[in-house]
């Protein structure tokens, strides 16, 4: 799990900041940029509003969840699509998802096994993701979408 030292020290990587440059965005020395990326120290209000200011999502750095003020304007429309999605739906996006090559997410497969578990009222385990497989024990269900007719 990624503490707040590990959090930080990627933003500032995401920015392409040195620990210098952070360090003074976040009106700091570097020791102590230095010591809150090791986790030795925490840093006070001051330095996470301004390195918030510098483009620091300082809400992932804190919580490890992503703000969403920070998506560029296809990952909003994503993010707003797939919240109007039904269950079945965000379980397919989830699996095409998995299927394009990323790293198979250990939290993706739990998403999955959750919306499957709000449809079946079954526990489940995705066993496989790119297809929609998924096993609530001795049966296994293949999760689908109906296709609309075209005229």
Known sequence: MNSFGDRL????????????????????????????????????WDYLALVAA???????????????????????????????LDIRGKVSVLGMVDGLGT???????EKQAQLVHTITGKNA??????????????TINKVTRKKKDVL
Do not use: F, W
Not at 17 to 40: C, F, W
Not at 103 to 109: E, F, G, I, L, W
Not at 125 to 138: D, P
């Open 125 to 138: 385990q995705v066993i496989g993701a790119n297809h929609g497989t998924i096993s609530t024990g001795k």
């Open 9 to 44: 020290r990627e933003e500032r990587k995401r920015l392409e900041l040195s620990q210098d440059a952070l360090a003074a965005a976040g009106g700091v020395q570097r020791l102590s940029q230095i010591n809150y990326e090791a986790g030795k120290r925490s840093p006070d």
């Open 103 to 109: 790293d198979p997410s250990t939290a993706v497969r």
């Open 54 to 84: 510098a483009g620091v999502d300082v809400q992932y750095v804190l919580t490890g969840r992503m703000s969403s003020a920070d998506l560029s304007t296809d990952e909003d429309e994503l993010l707003r699509g797939y919240r109007c």
